[in-house]
């Protein structure tokens, strides 16, 4: 099992930025790929950012590309959200994911995870 717990949302304006932190616990950090995914009010959870075990692969959803980047610190068992230049749109709870690998891939669709943290609210005015 792996205990996720996301931190770092809040209220902030558009144009602002937010960093998201998600801490892992309870098995070998760096066997896992990570990602973050978001869910808007009425609508389904979506891919935002993936990341490999390694940490030298990522992806984004083209929705976020250039603004959000995504990073891990294992040793930490920490993986990373920068959010910069952040839009009403990007409003919603951000989950963090993990999954076992035994390769370098990310994985950017939800079915992918096995692990799911309980989510950070992020809101964004306009």
């Known amino acids: 099992q792996v205990q996720l717990v996301e931190s770092g949302g809040g209220l902030v304006q558009a144009g602002g930025s937010l960093r998201l932190s998600c801490a892992a616990s309870g098995r070998i950090f760096s066997n896992y790929a990570m990602g973050w995914f978001r869910q808007a009010p009425g609508k389904e959870r979506e891919f935002v950012a993936a990341i490999n075990r390694s940490g030298r692969s990522t992806g984004y959803a083209d929705s976020v590309k250039g603004r959000f980047t995504i990073s891990r610190i294992n040793p930490k068992n920490t993986v990373y959200l920068q959010m910069n230049s952040l839009k009403p749109e990007d409003t919603a709870v951000y989950y963090c994911?993990?999954?076992?690998?035994?390769?370098?891939?990310?994985?950017?669709?939800?079915?992918?995870?096995?692990?799911w943290g309980q989510g950070t609210q992020v809101t964004v005015s306009s």
């Open positions: 994911a993990a999954t076992e690998s035994n390769n370098d891939l990310y994985y950017y669709r939800s079915y992918n995870y096995n692990y």
